[in-house]
């Protein structure tokens, strides 16, 4: 580690959610799931929500949240 990189944070990731990325707006491990509360760590993050700025856990969980069953 040089002087100029940070050491990597274990908490909550603040992300800002974009169509095809994301943002990492605050250095974290995780987000978590909008609606299961499940930790995501961000390299495994594939699923979210641009309009309402939520990730999810899975394909599952983004399809309960579109069709307003979560």
Do not use: H
Not at 11 to 37: I, M, N, Q, S
Not at 41 to 50: G, I, K, N, P, T
């Amino acid at each position: 580690m040089n002087r100029y990189e940070r050491p990597p944070s274990s908490g909550e990731a603040e992300v800002r959610y974009l169509d095809a990325d994301f943002r990492v707006l605050k250095p974290g491990a995780y987000v978590l799931c909008a609606v299961t509360g499940e930790k995501i760590a961000l390299d495994e993050l594939r699923y979210w929500s641009v309009a309402r700025q939520e990730p999810y856990a899975g394909p599952g969980e983004a399809l309960a949240r579109e069709l307003g069953k979560a």
